[in-house]
């Protein structure tokens, strides 16, 4: 319940999927989704287990190949439809508009060899051309900030799974995206470590990052979306401001509420 | 008390000669090392290919050299250049010859190590370098074959030890190695106990082996 939605209506477009379809196994998981999200937003997936959160995510982030529709980022398309094909860009196109994205998984996938430093900073030096220095200042700002410096030189293994959260956070962050795509961050964590994690995401939040986040957790999804998305069976069931569609009339949606609060 | 000097006059003789062709032992072992991890690894590439034939075709070559003994291989390495190209075999082939045939199988089932290995890393490890914008390359070197070497250290292990006592099947093409003395001076000293010495060599060889790799094991154990 940010308020900011009015005031984001006029923001530069940062994501738009077009008539988004996406198969497995001959069975269409993702029917005809449209989104569009604009700097600043923070825009929640809800729905029930199944219903196609996770492969809109990956569809987005290009982890999946779409089926059918159009992708685009700032207004640069990484996939559009012709003769019936979802034709992606060159490899080299993709990469570049790759960069503009983060996202961070339910089981964080940190490279486990890796420490904590190396974690967040060996992106930007690789991927980014960044200087080691540069990109070591920028790691450690980013560890210190989510209250990790004392574990700067510990490997993931050595960490809570919070802990371990808010480092890929902390990563995804280093590469400064424009946008980052969050799925259920907290799912992979006891109830207990889970209030650290969304701590940082709030703040992010208040920071106007842009960010699409898949979750569970009702109270906080309510607290920081700009807007909601429900989904269900692969479909757009409601979408709009927190009130609208948490006191929506559809029963679906008060049942799937329901279920999650209590 | 005679048997005894008779003993340690044998023991004497052969000692040298058994030490000097050691190295020879030693030299397969470490060319093999040196040349089928690599090739192993390309052959692992191959097997995982998504194009067909190239997958067939690593296929076909890891279970035929893992399926048929090395004993044969050998020989069929060693005569390959006259009946295939015509060309005279030489005394100076008879080491490359070696080598070659050696490679070439433990090629093979260093292939299927890598194979397991790589196939052991979640895919979740791919996502997030892709994501993070690294490329094929730098994701399967910086993130995946560290944490692949790690996994396959023990098989690796059990590979080279197995190594370090097919060296002596050298013999099959006359290459003199040290097993090939120690089995000379059986024949002459008409006693068993040159072989025992041999035995000896080869289980300190792999006593060395398996500490360093133990060591490498340790050393790799700062993450899980
Ligand atoms: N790689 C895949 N191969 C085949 N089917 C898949 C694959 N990934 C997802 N599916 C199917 O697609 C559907 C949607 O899955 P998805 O993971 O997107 O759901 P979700 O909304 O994220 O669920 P959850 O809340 O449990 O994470 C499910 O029926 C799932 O079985
Ligand atoms: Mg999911």
Redesign the pocket.
Known sequence: MRGGMRGNMAGKVLLEIRHLKKY??GQE?LKDISLTVREGEVVSVI?P????????LRCAAMLEKMDAGELAYMGERAAYEAQGRCIYAPKEDLRRIGRRFGLVFQNFNLFPHYSVLKNVMDAPVTVGHLSKREARERAEQLISRFGLADKKEAYPCQLSGGQQQRVSIARALAMQPKLLFFD?PTSALDPELTGEVLKVIKELAKEKMTMII?THEMQFAKEISDRVIF?EKGEILAEGCVEEVFSSGQARIQDFIGKVTH | MQGWMEFWDNFIVMLPQLTEKFGVTVSIFVLTLLFSLPLGLLLAFGRMAKNGLLCLMSKIYISVMRGTPLMLQLVIVYFAPYYVFGIKITNSWRFGAVILAFVLNYAAYFAEIYRSGIASIPVGQYEAAKILGYTRGQTFGKIILPQVVKRILPPVTNEMITLVKDTSLAFVLAQVEMFTVAKQFAASQASVMPLMVAGVFYYFFNLLVASLMEYVEKKLNYYR
Do not use: A, H, N, P
Request: proline letters at 0%; hydrophobic letters at 35%; a negative charge.
């Open positions: 497995f196994d998981i729905g287990s199944g219903s196609g959160k996770s492969t809109l259920e898949v989904l």
